[in-house]
Structure formats: C-alpha cells, structure tokens
C-alpha cells in the first residue's frame, strides 16, 4: 500500500534560518506529491505539489522537488519567518488508489523572532 | 469562489451518544471526502464520494459511521454510537475529480470530544 514518512518535530529555528523537512513515501502506482500546511486555528491548505519525476513545485518561498530515484519529495526554505509556524503535512495521491490522499504525520515548525 | 464548509465547528458529546456532521462542497466539485485527524496524526481517509456514489469506504467502522451524500452535492457523517477514540477532527475535502494529481481543498473540520 502507500505510506509517507517524514521527519519527526518539533521543529525550531530562528528568523532568517533555512529549511529542510524530510519526506519520503512507497506507493504501488505512479503518485502526484503535495505539501500541505495547517495554521494555528485553521483547516488544511495546499501549499504546493508536483505531479511527475522531476518537477519541481514552488509557492510563497517554499519549493520541493520530485525524487522519483529516491523517492522523495522534501520541503526547503531558504529564510524562513514568524508567520511560516505551523504543521506541515506531506501527502501522496495516486490514480490506482483513487486519489485520495494518503497523509505523513505532520511536522510542526516554530519560528522564534 | 467560496470554500469547503462545515459545521458545527466543535462538539462535545458523551460515550454513546450519537452526532452528525455537514459538509458543503465548493459548487462544481464532484468529488468529496471525509477525512479523520487524530490529534498528532496525519488525516486518514473514511469515504470518498464521487457525485452521490461511494468510491472508497473501505477505512470506515461500518458498524459506527455512516454517510450519505444526497443529490451529490452536501454530505453528512454519522457516528453513532460514538467511543473515546472517535475523538478527532473531521475533515471534509473536495476536488474537482477530473485530473491526476488534483488539488483537494479543505475544510475548517469539526473538533468532536467525546467524554
């Protein structure tokens, strides 16, 4: 079946910091990768996908790229700020499941001033 | 464009007792979803409704939850009767259904406590 992994939090940095959440994933079909993102308080908002090897996905200063040889899919800022804390999710979809997604335990991220 | 919506937003309610929840897709979408996140997890799926027919219920405890998507537009989800460990949070999702790789958009959730 399909499953994603990524890394445990919490995690803390300061203003300005760079990023790296890990995620990798198993899938029996050919998946489209998300990053989802859940602010204090609020439902759960796409933040960026891609859907085949290669691609690289990119939104508000994040960007992920698509690791089909070490099936990966990881999160990097490169400055990170206050308003970036929050749970970060990574998903997988796949045809062959129906398109639902199957979610990572989430990874949460605080950002001290 | 508006949102998924959802109510009611929080429920608290006693073992054994039943509850429902609303979702209202964003207007077009043929695909729903009902999700459930438990605190510290990541959401798992419960059933998918493509237009009024079930695609996947295979993660819902038939026995407890049941839901119904009328004329392929508002959803409920009912739990009945419910148990400790159905306190979650109750994600509903749609998506347009068409494409791979699809963006599904989210709900607020409903926070249910059961005591």
């Known amino acids: 079946g399909n499953s994603v992994t990524q890394m445990e939090g919490p995690v803390t940095l300061s203003e300005e910091a760079f990023l790296t959440i890990n995620c990798t994933y198993t899938a029996t079909g050919y998946p489209s990768l998300f990053w989802y993102v859940q602010y204090p308080g609020e439902g759960l908002q796409l933040l960026l996908k891609?859907?085949?090897?290669?691609d690289k996905g990119s939104n508000k200063g994040f960007e992920a790229t698509y690791r089909k040889e070490t099936t990966s899919f990881h999160l990097e800022k490169g400055s990170v700020q206050v308003s970036d804390s929050a749970v970060y999710f990574c998903?997988?979809?796949?045809?062959?499941?129906?398109?639902?997604?199957?979610f990572g335990t989430g990874t949460r991220l605080a950002v001290r001033p | 464009e508006a949102g998924v919506a959802q109510s009611p937003r929080y429920k608290i309610i006693e073992k054994r007792q039943s509850v429902a929840f609303w979702c209202n897709p964003i207007?077009?979408?043929?695909?729903l979803y009902w999700y459930q996140q438990i605190l510290g997890q990541g959401p798992k799926l419960l059933i998918q409704?493509?237009?009024?027919?079930?695609?996947?219920d295979s993660q819902l405890p038939k026995d407890r939850f049941s839901a119904e998507r009328l004329k392929g537009v508002d959803s409920t989800l009912k739990i009945q009767p419910a148990k400790l460990e159905d306190s979650a949070v109750y994600l509903c999702?749609?998506?347009?259904?068409?494409?791979?790789?699809?963006?599904?958009?989210f709900g607020p959730g409903t926070r249910l406590l059961v005591l």
């Open positions: 998903a997988l979809s796949d045809r062959s499941s129906g398109d639902k997604l199957t």
């Open positions: 891609a859907t085949k090897a290669d």
């Open positions: 999702a749609s998506s347009l259904g068409s494409v791979i790789g699809e963006t599904q958009y």
């Open positions: 409704f493509q237009n009024n027919g079930v695609v996947d």
């Open positions: 207007s077009g979408h043929a695909t």
